[in-house]
């Protein structure tokens, strides 16, 4: 039988190349994650003990009103504390607008505390100094001497920079770095990841913070830290791993159809091997040892593409990321046997139920055909049952996650009703084939009429040949529309968020007449419109300018616009609202006069007190233009558009709020997550069509006298091709229709199971483009895996053809 295996091996090495793709792609996808995940967890943890090397004990779970206790404390006793806080700022150095929305952290008073590397200048000695991040300010023609202007209103922070520094700590840095001082009046929603604290006072420091706050010996602290970031990277590389078994189990759908028709070619082989004495253990055994020498073959291979391509990625990730961000990974032994395991046993597995079948063969199976293919017999019934069975257990329970708003329902749901699909392929995907097929044949002629009957002649092949692309293609779907109707619900928010994509609000006298013109002429522009009003003062709130919102509908988000102010309203930013809470009654004066108004908070328009054109119309006589909202066109860039926008408000004495960048950034994340999940769900269609090639190949091989005899008959070459990738086409495209009908399914029940749950009348929204172009290239990619065997097809002359065992 060695001699036989070896034979085997040689002769049908071709035809397990497709198998062999999918497990190396599996394999790789496995060992790529590992590398990333490795090189991210070494890049977070690396430094973390930085900041604290000069503590003795750090404080985590308080505020900023609670960390300045602390520092103050500390001055107090003789001893040293340092706050690492951030907050998001918009920043202007040397006059020019650095960034709309910056980090910046602080600075330790003491240097025993003070964690980062100075490279040029000093250290801030006193408030209204400030260091940069050299790395950040590359490019930004920056220099040490500029004069720097953080945040924006009242509580801006105008200062010099003194210094550029380094930051050793990826976890820890920031951009800007201020004064403990600065940096807690400059937001009072100051964000606090922890207080280092060193001296003699820390032994006793925990007796006197409120409850729930939390003091940790430094190293205790430290180890807690690496391990939290250890995690995060570890969940991420889980959710990778959850692609990759997506990827595996369409590699064992393939592989399985490999063997399944290389054995059924093979029947006649296996049953003289019976003839001339070779036992049924026998056989199975050589059959699994082709498996197993497949499977170890392609999982070395794939370990060895993963490494490369791993290595790769990092090294890109790494010349694109700030520095420190991600280190060298070290292969993991562990990593690399459970691929290497994963690979093997996937092959052995899939090919566990096409051996079972061989060792069933006797040798007068050779001389008679085989009607396993049927779903008429007794085990096509059972399975038939079987499948309905639990497609309406499947559809229970989606039921039951509607009802109950149950995300495990909805997965244990969406398996079981997919299995259920899957065990009626044999039924299903023949049927719409042979109606497709009949619809576009009447048109397209004979070729098209073969190829439907050539794709429905062995139902259970075609229903696993089309079962691989089934699960990319509803996966991929589901996700689309799912992330399409979510984000139709996040731009509701968005609008809510931010009505006005950018405003200029003057800081201390009426805007200039011609700045509304000079605004309109910057490109990026859609509309435009200024808002009259006058310098005034609300009660709780302090002096502000206060004016009427006016052609709302051409410039605010939303529908109806969700900036307009009814009367006896004033709408006042949300961080001006300190003490008031919505339906206060508050005074508002301006103009000379005062009214009683009931006060409501929002965002988005920048420092200003907003009322109704008619409110405004009884507070002055005289209103002038106080302030400039802009409404942007499709597509442009948040921050050319604010860079622009910021030069002339420089100008004019004016304040900027660039919503659009906050708008912009929460919707690029939303694109990245939409393009990584189908890019990486991607892999799994590419492994199906991958196996629906290798079917069609293996089907040419197996047809080979039938196609010489259709050529002798008359069947021109051109027809043959023709008649091929009509198969492939029909393959695609019904399994393609088929899987985006499940997926919208699927999409409309997490609709309403999850999102509805977080979103009252969430929509369900289909992206109509996108869905076209999944089933275009899935067509496109059907035909083009029918070449290669259409072509070997068609160049085989009729005498040869017809002389094929």
């Not at 930085?50 to 308080?62: C, I, K």
């Not at 300045?68 to 150095?93: C, F, Y």
């Not at 800007?176 to 006793?204: C, E, P």
Request: charged letters at 15%; one cysteine or more.
């Amino acid at each position: 039988m060695r001699t036989v295996l070896r034979a085997s091996l040689r002769t049908h090495t071709r035809r397990y190349v497709s198998a062999a793709v999918a497990v190396v792609i599996g394999v790789s996808f496995i060992v790529v994650t590992s590398l990333l995940s490795d090189a991210t967890r070494a890049g977070l943890v690396a430094g973390v003990e930085v900041p604290y090397r000069g503590a003795d004990v750090v404080v985590t779970d308080v505020d900023a009103d609670e960390a300045g206790r602390i520092v103050d404390r500390a001055e107090s006793s003789g001893d040293s504390a340092a706050v690492l806080g951030w907050t998001p700022q918009r920043v202007r150095i040397g006059g020019r607008l650095f960034e709309e929305r910056a980090d910046v952290g602080g600075v330790a008073d003491d240097p025993g505390l003070r964690w980062q590397v100075l490279r040029s200048g000093r250290f801030p000695a006193r408030p209204g100094e400030v260091v940069a991040d050299v790395n950040a300010v590359k490019g930004h023609d920056v220099a040490v001497g500029d004069p720097v202007e953080i945040g924006s209103g009242r509580g801006a922070v105008e200062g010099t920079l003194v210094g550029l520094v380094d930051t050793p700590s990826a976890s820890a840095g920031a951009q800007l770095y201020l004064t403990w001082a600065d940096l807690r009046g400059l937001d009072s929603d100051l964000w606090i990841d922890s207080v280092a604290y060193a001296g003699s006072g820390s032994s006793s420091l925990a007796g006197t913070l409120p409850a729930g706050a939390t003091v940790q010996d430094r190293d205790a602290f430290v180890e807690d830290r690496q391990a939290d970031l250890t995690n995060e990277v570890n969940v991420l590389a889980i959710l990778l791993l959850v692609f990759a078994a997506i990827a595996l189990f369409v590699s064992v759908l393939v592989i399985a159809n490999t063997f399944s028709i290389l054995f059924a070619q093979r029947a006649r082989d296996f049953a003289l091997l019976r003839c001339v004495g070779a036992t049924r253990r026998q056989v199975l055994r050589s059959v699994r040892v082709e498996a197993l020498a497949l499977g170890v073959a392609s999982a070395v291979l794939g370990l060895v593409v993963g490494t490369g391509l791993g290595y790769a990625l990092v090294a890109l990730a790494k010349s694109a990321l700030p520095s420190g961000s991600m280190a060298l990974p070290t292969p993991s032994l562990r990593w690399y046997a459970g691929a290497l395991v994963t690979g093997v046993l996937v092959t052995v597995v899939a090919a566990w139920l096409p051996t079972r079948r061989v060792v069933r063969v006797s040798p007068l199976t050779a001389l008679r055909p085989d009607d396993a293919t049927s779903v008429r017999t007794g085990a096509g019934r059972l399975r038939v049952l079987l499948g309905l069975v639990v497609v309406a257990l499947g559809a229970g329970l989606l039921a039951l996650s509607i009802s109950a708003s149950n995300a495990v329902a909805m997965i244990l749901g969406g398996v079981a009703s997919f299995s259920g699909v899957l065990l009626l392929g044999p039924v299903i995907v023949p049927a719409l084939i042979r109606a497709t097929g009949g619809l576009v044949g009447r048109v397209a002629g004979a070729p098209v009429r073969l190829a439907t009957e050539n794709a429905v002649r062995n139902p259970r092949r075609t229903a696993a040949t089309t079962a691989s692309l089934l699960v990319g293609v509803t996966l991929t779907t589901a996700v689309l529309v799912g992330l399409a109707s979510s984000r139709s619900a996040v731009d509701e928010d968005l609008d809510h968020d931010y009505p006005v994509d950018v405003t200029l609000t003057a800081s201390r006298a009426p805007l200039a007449a011609d700045l509304l013109d000079r605004v309109r002429a910057v490109p990026g522009v859609s509309s435009a419109t200024e808002l009259d009003g006058a310098e005034g003062s609300v009660s709780g709130a302090g002096r502000l300018p206060v004016v009427a919102p006016t052609d709302a509908e051409r410039i605010v988000r939303g529908a109806p616009p969700m900036v307009t102010p009814q009367a006896g309203e004033v709408w006042l930013p949300w961080e001006l609202m300190d003490d008031l809470a919505d339906g206060d009654l508050v005074s508002v004066r301006a103009g000379g006069h005062t009214e009683q108004l009931r006060v409501r908070g929002g965002a988005g328009w920048g420092e200003a007190a907003l009322v109704a054109p008619s409110t405004l119309a009884s507070l002055t006589s005289a209103p002038q233009p106080w302030a400039v909202w802009v409404r942007a066109a499709d597509g442009t860039d948040a921050d050319d558009l604010g860079g622009d926008l910021d030069a002339i408000a420089q100008s004019a004495d004016a304040d900027v709020v660039n919503s659009l960048r906050e708008r912009s950034w929460v919707t690029l994340q939303l694109d990245i997550l939409t393009g990584t999940v189908v890019a990486l769900l991607g892999i799994a269609v590419v492994i199906a069509l991958v196996g629906i090639g290798n079917t069609l190949g293996l089907s040419v091989l197996e047809r080979g006298r039938e196609n010489a005899l259709l050529r002798a008959l008359g069947l021109t070459r051109r027809q043959l091709r023709a008649t091929l990738a009509a198969e492939a086409l029909l393959l695609s495209v019904v399994a393609t229709v088929l899987g985006t009908a499940i997926g919208v399914t699927f999409a409309w029940v997490a609709v309403q199971a999850l999102v509805q749950r977080a979103v009252d009348a969430a929509p369900m929204v289909l992206p109509w483009g996108q869905l076209s172009v999944v089933v275009l290239v899935a067509g496109v990619a059907g035909l083009l895996s029918a070449l290669l065997p259409a072509r070997r097809a068609a160049r085989t002359a009729p005498a040869a053809g017809l002389s094929l065992d």
